[in-house]
């Protein structure tokens, strides 16, 4: 069996290649960059990451459950904390001499056998691989999300994906276009150095703090179990009671219901906003020579615009037709298991309230544990893969009704998801 190959060595890609391992699979893990961590390394060509950011859940609803954070790490760690955390675990389960660092994936395409020849450049050099398997786990939050706004704007234009430490807003009017977590972080950020802060909202959120009552908000609540419609209508009571209304702050308030986006979890965005340091404006409609001009009518000057409008899946080394890729996302099953190819998996493409990496985790082990049944029981893998054609584009929400956006494509229910995972492990361990 040639070996499998596993691309990126962020939590996800670090995970897989341990439960591979684990399972006697001859493992080959490709990283672009000179060390592990992922988006979490800010010295890693491909990080999207800046200087003052912290984890948005705490730190044990985040961990690995069988490697947890020290105890003297920060309840929400600092970036630099968390890549030596990951630096730690791959020492810990001897993951490094797995991989080749410095290596670019430019190519994965199948071969006439059913396997996939993987090439890389590294330094002057381009190398091949026949992959048995392929696991791309080069993460989502990489390829920004750029708004091409009408107009034209001769100041700085950047992505957040741009953005690493905050003097780069000293003495400018600064627009923050997005209100999502990164956006709030980095408008706080701006405060502290800008001139002037105003951020461009199109939809509401809800907000919340780090902390309630000297905890983590994340560890709050979860002994009650109740029906999910009352449990969005109970939280979202919870919310306003913690952080009031929205438009008491100039803030659309949301259009849907508790759950059916993911919250911003921020103690200091709404401070700054009760205290007049960031201006809340609407949407854009275009852009100006020197600022933007807003949908309802009003115009303003900046010196920086930055767009924190999120990240698109990204691929580029994969035709999308072998990911089966419709509307926004490929269409796996649990997110996963491709129904076109049964030896490619895409790892980590799964966001959920509060599924941490230990969800990562759970989903390595049973990609593990699928090729495992490739290798040794064909029978029980093909049956598997019947289920994965039959069910690959059922969506694992819950019952949730999801905000119908491009961010959302791949979530899901976090209980749901886990539950799903784990009764198709001990399916697969009982075959």
């Known amino acids: 069996m040639n070996p499998c190959v596993v691309i990126g060595a962020g939590p996800m890609g670090l995970c897989t290649v341990r439960r591979l391992l684990e399972q006697n699979l ?38 690995f459950k069988d490697f947890p954070m020290a105890d003297h790490v920060a309840p929400y760690p600092k970036h630099d904390q968390m890549g030596q955390y990951f630096r730690d675990y791959a020492k810990h389960f001897d993951l490094k001499k797995h991989y080749r660092f410095n ?169 700054h906003i009760g205290h007049g340091d960031i ?46 890729w419709q509307g926004h996302a490929p269409q796996l099953y649990l997110n996963v298991f491709n129904p076109r190819h049964d030896n490619l998996y895409v790892m980590g493409m799964v966001e959920a309230s509060g599924l941490g990496w230990q969800g990562s985790d759970d989903q390595a082990q049973l990609v593990a544990e699928v090729i495992r049944l490739q290798r040794d029981n064909p029978t029980a893998f093909s049956s598997f893969q019947d289920k994965v054609r039959a069910q690959a584009t059922q969506r694992i929400d819950g019952g949730m009704s999801y905000l119908q956006v491009e961010r959302m494509a791949y979530y899901v229910h976090k209980d749901t998801y886990l539950k799903a995972l784990s009764d198709e492990m001990r399916a697969l361990k009982a075959s």
């Not at 900046?302 to 072998?322: V, W």
Request: proline share 5%; hydrophobic share 35%.
């Open 26 to 63: 001859e493992v080959v893990g490709l990283e672009a960059h000179s060390d592990v961590g992922g988006l979490w390394d800010i010295d890693s060509p491909t990080s999207t990451m800046y200087d003052s950011a912290h984890l948005i859940s705490s730190k044990r609803m985040t961990e």
């Open 103 to 271: 290596s670019w994936v430019e190519t994965v395409e199948p071969t006439d056998d059913q396997q996939w020849r993987v090439v890389y450049r590294s330094g002057e050099n381009t190398h091949e691989i026949i992959a048995s398997n392929v696991l791309l786990a080069n993460g989502t939050l990489h390829h920004p999300n750029r708004i091409d706004f009408k107009g034209e704007f001769n100041g700085e234009m950047l992505h957040s994906s741009d953005y690493r430490y905050a003097n780069l807003f000293a003495g400018k009017r600064v627009l923050i276009i997005g209100c999502g977590n990164s956006g709030c972080d980095i408008a706080v950020d701006a405060v502290h150095r800008a001139k002037s802060v105003a951020m461009s909202v199109r939809r509401g959120y809800y907000f919340l703090p780090k902390f309630v009552a000297g905890r983590p908000i994340d560890t709050l609540g979860g002994k009650v179990k109740l029906p999910l419609r009352l449990k969005q209508k109970v939280d979202g009571l919870l919310v306003r009671l913690l952080s009031g209304k929205p438009s008491s702050f100039g803030l659309p308030d949301p259009d849907y219901q508790m759950y059916e986006s993911h919250p911003v979890i921020n103690s200091l965005f709404l401070h």
């Open 279 to 324: 201006n809340v404006r609407p949407d854009i409609k275009q852009l100006t020579a020197t600022g933007v001009e807003y949908v309802d009518g009003t115009h303003e000057e900046y010196d920086l615009i930055l767009q924190a409008t999120g990240y698109k899946l990204h691929y580029p080394f994969i035709d999308r037709e072998h990911l089966n």
